[in-house]
C-alpha cells in the first residue's frame, strides 16, 4: 500500500471517529499526516477544528498551547498574535506593564517579542490576547492554524481534540 492510501485510511479513521485513542496516539498521527499532505490541506484542517464548536474557544486552545510550547514556538505564537491584530492585541501586555504603553512601541509591538519575553508570561495572559487578537481581526484564526500547520511539533500543542477534528476535518476534504 503506498504512504498516500495509508494517510488516506488513517485519515478516514478519524472522519469515522472510530474508537477512543490516547493523546499520544493522536499527536503521533498528526505529525504523520502532517509530513504527507500539502500544508494548504493541514492548514485548512486545523482552521476548521479551531472553528469547530467541538473543541474550546480560539484564545483557550492558544493558550493551552502556548503553555505546551517551548521558548521558540511561545515567541512565533504572540508574535503572529501581535502581527495579526495589532496593537488592540497588544492592550493586555500594556496593562500587565509587560510591554511599555508608548506609541512607538505599540506599533511595533510584533517586533518586540522575543523568547525571554514569551517565556515570562503566563497562558492565561496570551489567552487574553488571542481574545483580543480575534476580536480585532478574525482572520488571526486562519493565520494562526497556517503557523500551527508549518511547525507539527507546535501543532501537537493544540492537544487531542482539536487534533482529532482538525483530522476528521481533513478526512472530509479528501
Known amino acids: 500500500m503506498s504512504r498516500e492510501n495509508d494517510v488516506s485510511a488513517l485519515l478516514q479513521q478519524y472522519a469515522a471517529e472510530t474508537g477512543v485513542r490516547s493523546v499520544q496516539k493522536v499527536e503521533q498521527d498528526f505529525v504523520e499526516v502532517a509530513q504527507q499532505v500539502p500544508s494548504e490541506t493541514l492548514t485548512h484542517g486545523l482552521s476548521e477544528a479551531i472553528y469547530s464548536d467541538q473543541t474550546p474557544p480560539f484564545e483557550q486552545m492558544v493558550g493551552e498551547s502556548f503553555e505546551r510550547g517551548d521558548s521558540r514556538q ?101
Open 74 to 174: 511561545r515567541a512565533g505564537m504572540l508574535k503572529e498574535l501581535l502581527d495579526a491584530a495589532g496593537p488592540a492585541a497588544a492592550q493586555p501586555l500594556i496593562d500587565n506593564g509587560v510591554l511599555p504603553a508608548t506609541p512607538d512601541h505599540i506599533e511595533t509591538t510584533g517586533g518586540l517579542v522575543d523568547s525571554e519575553l514569551a517565556g515570562r508570561l503566563q497562558s492565561s495572559l496570551v489567552e487574553q490576547v488571542a481574545y483580543e487578537a480575534a476580536q480585532e481581526d478574525p482572520s488571526v484564526i486562519d493565520r494562526m492554524s497556517s503557523l500551527y500547520a508549518e511547525d507539527p511539533e507546535l501543532g501537537k500543542t493544540l492537544g487531542g481534540v482539536t487534533l482529532s477534528v482538525a483530522l476528521g476535518k481533513m478526512a472530509e476534504k479528501r
